[in-house]
């Protein structure tokens, strides 16, 4: 064990902790777990927070990328932010005060994030954070302030970009404890391209009736989309117009699914706009891979779409990743604009883009490395 251990570590086995709770948080440990189990010196237990508990949100992850089962579940659920936030730290630390591994690595910017990272930090247990540095400067996201304060107080911050290096230098983090490591995100996805063949390709657009580049991908999930009915109406009802142009399959979060039910939203669907529930992953790549266009408001759409060269276009007034807008084929819109921006992208004239440097399904091999010792410098 070198670096980062010859000052925390003592003993030889190093007992790492994977923190997952929420859908993106399970695609962006995949790949490190995978790696670190290779490694003798190190066991590898994984943590679920039990943030997301449908099992198309969050079992059907575990499945499809062979991880075993969790380790340590917590059951969380649903609930106020302080609620789900509090309910996770009070759980976390039983276990680790029981176990008392010597990493603790969180993922992402989701509400577990926080909690486990705060629970582990206050325990003198380092935290290592995977995609560190992002930053919407919005803080009426509540994901803006987990990735601060997560941090802040990281002893470890694995980078996607330059630009969350200098995000995060900006704040006073100590060059030293960042590691510009690419996007791990994209380990998964290219892994899970290669699993699709065409057979499978064809199966997934038929179950949906859909003909390749000829229908539009829809995610919504924020609060700040669908969280009033006003917004909520609105969108639904320009998604419904538009697939009178274009097909457009909806496969909706829960979050979104709940408000609509909430709201008593009662629109008359066209044919060709469809709405599903939450997707598998392989499924979900299929039908991205395979769509004209994708309108989103997540975080790792706007990745994935950049890395597969597809035109996308985030309604939000900002984004975390900027590197998807200034490199990549992001491009944000508002209800103002949007009408727009769609008929740009059917008329042919789209955004073109290039995939960032790093971002080439290694990301979780140097996380690895820095983790366990055997980084030799470069990039890292
Ligand atoms: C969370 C993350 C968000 C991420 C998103 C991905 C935070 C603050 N937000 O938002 O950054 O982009 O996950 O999906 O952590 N629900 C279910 N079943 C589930 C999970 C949620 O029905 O398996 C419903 C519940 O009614 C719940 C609501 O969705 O109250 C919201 O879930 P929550 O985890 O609080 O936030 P997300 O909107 O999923």
Redesign the pocket.
């Known amino acids: 064990m070198a670096g980062f251990w010859t000052v925390h570590k003592m003993s030889n086995l190093l007992k790492v902790f994977l923190v997952v709770g ?3 948080n399970f695609m962006k440990m995949s790949p490190l777990y995978f790696e670190l189990i290779k490694e003798k010196g190190v066991k590898t237990s994984i943590v679920h927070t039990g ?4 099992y198309e ?2 079992q059907a992850f575990f499945e499809e990328f062979d991880l075993p089962k969790p380790n340590y579940f917590l059951g969380a659920g ?1 609930g106020t932010h302080a609620e ?1 936030t509090g309910k996770i730290m009070i759980q976390f630390e039983k276990v680790l005060s029981k176990e008392k591994p010597d990493l603790v690595v969180v993922f992402g ?3 577990s994030t926080l909690a486990c990272s705060v629970t582990a930090r206050k325990l003198f247990i380092p935290v290592a954070h995977v995609e560190s540095g992002l930053r919407s400067f919005d803080m009426t996201m ?2 803006e302030i ?1 990735r601060k304060v997560t941090d802040a107080i990281s002893d470890l911050l694995f980078t996607p970009s330059k630009d969350a290096d200098e995000n995060l230098m900006k704040e006073g983090i100590s060059r030293n404890k960042i590691h510009l490591v690419g996007n791990i995100m994209i380990d998964s996805l290219i892994t899970i391209l290669e699993k699709i063949d065409k057979s499978y390709e064809d199966r997934i657009l038929q179950k949906f009736d859909l003909q390749k580049e000829d229908y539009v991908l829809v995610t919504l ?1 924020r609060p700040s989309n669908v969280d009033s009915k006003d917004s909520l109406e609105r969108i639904l009802n320009f998604l419904n117009n538009l697939s009178q142009e274009a097909p457009v399959i909806f496969p909706m ?3 979104t699914k ?1 408000n609509i039910d909430k709201f008593g939203i009662k629109l008359v669907f066209n044919k060709k706009f469809y709405i599903s529930k939450p997707l598998k992953y392989r499924e979900f790549i299929v039908l991205e891979k395979d769509a004209g266009f994708v309108l989103t408001d ?2 790792g759409i706007q990745e994935e779409t950049t890395y597969l060269n597809l035109p996308c276009l985030t309604l939000r007034p900002n984004t975390e990743r900027p590197i998807t807008v200034t490199e990549g084929t992001n491009e944000l819109v508002d209800m103002g604009n949007i009408e727009e921006k769609v008929g740009l992208i059917l008329s042919g004239k789209q955004k073109q883009g290039k995939v960032p440097e790093l971002w080439d399904g290694k990301t979780g091999q140097r996380i690895a490395r820095v983790i366990t010792g055997h980084n030799n410098g470069g990039y890292c």
């Open positions: 929420a859908r993106p943030q997301h508990y449908d949100m969050s649903s789900q910017d989701v509400n509540p994901e987990n999930h979060h829960p979050r709940r997540s975080g």
